[in-house]
């Protein structure tokens, strides 16, 4: 029997998650997926998933968000923002591509460390690299420290000081996914500390059968040559709108 790939799997997952048969991405075209959760967000989000387009959205958006239906993405947004709707971003899903994880070894001076939040100095450490570094950065790796993920790596300097930090958390639309967040001290950059601890966290969750997952948004650069130099692939290219109060 022939093991369904971690990109397959993913789109797979997600179809069902919104409620719409795996087989419709296999065609062009959209289809809208209202979903009562996203009634109080307001929030509609256009899911690119092999040649289809899936829109998870509030009930009785059904008509408005596929109406035409839209020729690409972007004329989605063009749309959606004519009906009074607010561009909230646009974001790149990844898994491991066929050939797996292309790891990378950390740099000479530092030492790679699995932990858990609940391990001696662990939070204190991470509370200095939070004070180190930019609230935007720490945000876009869903670091918090009341909130920090059951598994995390630590690229740790000379000093016992985090200079690299990652972690994961279930994925909770589809299951055997972590979701992975990254983030590198300000002053350590530049030396491949990232792509490192990324590394060591991929080899964890698939040593535990996880399949990593990698999300970044359009913007940082940074995160795509990490990304794609490890070996991930795009899952789905995703855009996120979010209409007034009626």
């Known amino acids: 029997m022939t093991e369904i790939s971690p990109l397959d799997r993913f789109i797979d997952g ?3 998650h ?12 959209w289809t809208a997926a209202p979903m009562e959760a996203r009634a109080e967000s307001r929030v509609a989000v256009a899911y690119s998933l092999r040649r289809h387009v899936v829109v998870p959205c509030p009930p009785g958006r059904e008509g408005e968000v596929v109406a035409g239906p839209p020729t690409s ?6 749309r959606m923002t004519a009906l009074g709707a607010d561009v909230l971003g646009s974001a790149l899903m990844q898994t491991l591509g066929p050939d797996g994880l292309r790891g990378v070894e950390v740099a000479e001076g530092y030492e ?13 450490l991470v ?4 004070d180190r570094n930019d609230a935007e950065d720490a945000e876009y790796a869903d670091l918090e420290l009341d909130a920090l993920d059951d598994t995390i790596v630590l690229a740790l300097a000379g000093d016992g000081s985090i ?4 972690s994961s958390r279930p994925w909770d639309e589809v299951e055997r996914f972590g979701d992975i967040g990254v983030l590198t001290d300000a002053g350590h950059r530049q030396k491949g500390l990232g792509s490192a601890v990324v590394t060591e966290m991929c080899r964890w969750l698939l040593e535990d059968g996880i399949d990593p997952l990698y999300r ?3 913007d940082r650069t940074g995160s795509i040559r990490l990304s794609l ?18």
Do not use: K
């Open 14 to 16: 997600m179809t069902v």
């Open 18 to 29: 919104f409620g719409v048969d795996p087989a419709v991405t296999r065609e062009s075209g």
């Open 73 to 78: 993405p972007e004329d989605w947004v063009d």
């Open 112 to 124: 790679l460390r699995r932990v858990h939040p609940d391990d001696d100095g662990v939070r204190d």
């Open 127 to 130: 509370a200095a690299l939070l």
């Open 163 to 166: 200079a690299a930090y990652a």
């Open 216 to 218: 970044r948004d359009d």
């Open 229 to 246: 130099g490890l070996g991930f692939v795009p899952a789905t290219h995703l855009v996120a709108v979010q209409f007034p109060e009626a």
